[in-house]
C-alpha cells in the first residue's frame, strides 16, 4: 500500500487529458464521479459550487468533506459562483470561454432557463464538448422527476433481477446506476473530443441514468427477453456464496471442465455419471440440483482447505472478504490500488487509485478533494479577475 498518492507524475509523463479544462456543475455522484475520471487523467477540472456547496459535501462528513464527497471529487478545484446572480453568470460565461467540456446534470431545462443550455453555448462555442446528464431523459412522462440512484434501481428492473423470479424485489447495497452513468459519460465524453480532434467541432453528449442501466445490466440480465423467436423458460441465477465450516467462499463451475474439476477436489466423481451433470447445458439446466449438493459438500471442509483443493483443480473460487481486509488482502496489496495519504482538512485517507494504468500518459492523485470554494480567487486571476 503506497504511504502518498498526491505524487505528480515526471514533467514528460503527464495524463492522457493534461491540457483540457472541464467546467463541471454537476453535483451528487454521477456527474462528479464521471468529471473525477477526466481528473484523474489528467484534465483540469474546476468544480462550479453553490454558495451552500454540492449537497454531497455534507452527508455524514465534517467541514464539508464527506467521505463520498471527498474520493469522488478528488483531482479538481472548487470555485463558488451563486447563478442566481447575473454577476456569477457572467463569470461563469468567461469560465466556459476558457474550457474544451462543459458537464452538468441539472434536472431538465434549468440549464437552458439559467441561460447555460447546450443551444446557447455551442452557438458560441463551435469546439465545446457539452455533457447533459439527466435521471430519465428529455422526453417522456418522467423526463421532469426528481430521481436518485434507488429510483433508477426499480425502474430499470436492477431490483427485480436482485431479488430473483420469485424473492422480494431487493436494492443493490451500492448505487450501481449512479456509477454505471459515470463511466458511460466520461467515455462518451472523451469519445466527443477525440471526434473533435478530426472534424474540429464539438457537440453535444446526453446520457440518462435509466439507458445507461438498462444497456448495463441487458447483456445477461435479460437474456430471456432478447432472442425473441426462442422460447425458453428463464433460469434463475443462482447465489454462488457458499459457507464453509469457518466462514464462506465463492465457487464458480460455469464449463464443465470446472465442475469435473470439483468433484474431484470433493471427491464426489460419481456425481459425473450423473445423466443431468453430462454437458454444460445440463449444469444450467439443473443448477438448482447442482448448486444444492455442492452446498452441502462445501459446508463440511473450511474456507483454507477449500480454496487449496479447488485451486488445484483450477477451478475459480476465492474468498468473501469483510470491507475491514480488503486492504490487507495479498493481491489487493500487489495490485497497489488502495493508497493512504493524509488530506490536510479530513486527516488520514484511504481510497483506491485511478484504475486504469496508461504506461506513457499515466492517471494520478494529484490534488485531495477541494474545501468548499478553496479556489474561486485562483481561476479568477486565470480569467484575468480579481476575486
Not at 468567461?94 to 437552458?112: C, H, K, S, W, Y
Amino acid at each position: 500500500m503506497n504511504a502518498d498518492p498526491s505524487e505528480t507524475p515526471p514533467p514528460d509523463r503527464v495524463g492522457a487529458l493534461s491540457g483540457f479544462r472541464v467546467v463541471d456543475l454537476t453535483q451528487v455522484v454521477s456527474g462528479p464521479f464521471a468529471t473525477r475520471i477526466l481528473a484523474d487523467q489528467g484534465a483540469d477540472v474546476i468544480k462550479v459550487e453553490p454558495p451552500g456547496g454540492d449537497i454531497v459535501r455534507w452527508m455524514a462528513g465534517e467541514n464539508g468533506l464527506s467521505p463520498t464527497f471527498v474520493v469522488i471529487n478528488r483531482n479538481k478545484r472548487s470555485v463558488v459562483l451563486d447563478l442566481k446572480q447575473q454577476r456569477d453568470r457572467d463569470l461563469l460565461d468567461r469560465l466556459i470561454a476558457t474550457a474544451d467540456v462543459v458537464a452538468q446534470n441539472f434536472r431538465p431545462g434549468t440549464a437552458e432557463r439559467l441561460g447555460f443550455g447546450p443551444e446557447r453555448l455551442l452557438e458560441r462555442h463551435p469546439r465545446l464538448v457539452y455533457a447533459s446528464i439527466s435521471g430519465y431523459g428529455t422526453e417522456g412522462p418522467y423526463a421532469g422527476q426528481r430521481v436518485y440512484d434507488p429510483i433508477i434501481q426499480g425502474l430499470s428492473g436492477l431490483t427485480s433481477i436482485q431479488g430473483g423470479l420469485r424473492g422480494r424485489p431487493r436494492l443493490v447495497r451500492i448505487i450501481v446506476p449512479d456509477k454505471v452513468t459515470a463511466l458511460t459519460a466520461a467515455q462518451a465524453i472523451t469519445a466527443a473530443l477525440l471526434a473533435r480532434e478530426r472534424t474540429g467541432r464539438g457537440q453535444h453528449v446526453e446520457v440518462s441514468m435509466l439507458d445507461a442501466v438498462l444497456s448495463f445490466l441487458w447483456p445477461e440480465g435479460m437474456a430471456y427477453h432478447t432472442l425473441l423467436d426462442l422460447a425458453r423458460e428463464p433460469v434463475d441465477r443462482r447465489d454462488l456464496v457458499y459457507e464453509t465450516r469457518d466462514g464462506h467462499i465463492i465457487v464458480s463451475t460455469v464449463a464443465h471442465r470446472e465442475f469435473e474439476g470439483f468433484c474431484r477436489a470433493a471427491g464426489v466423481e460419481e456425481w459425473l455419471a450423473d445423466p443431468r451433470f453430462q454437458d454444460a447445458a445440463g449444469l444450467v439446466a439443473h443448477a438448482a440440483e447442482r448448486l444444492e449438493r455442492m452446498a452441502a459438500v462445501i459446508a463440511t471442509r473450511t474456507s483454507a482447505d477449500w480454496l487449496a483443493a479447488l485451486r488445484a483443480e483450477d477451478v475459480p473460487c476465492g474468498p468473501v472478504l469483510r470491507r475491514e481486509e480488503l486492504h490487507e488482502h495479498p493481491q489487493i496489496v500487489a495490485n497497489q490500488i488502495v493508497h493512504e495519504s493524509l488530506h490536510p482538512r479530513a486527516g488520514r485517507l484511504r481510497q483506491t487509485r485511478p484504475p486504469e494504468r496508461l504506461h506513457d500518459t499515466p492517471s494520478s492523485l494529484r490534488l485531495t478533494a477541494p474545501l468548499l470554494g478553496q479556489h474561486t480567487d485562483e481561476v479568477l486571476a486565470e480569467l484575468g479577475l480579481a476575486g
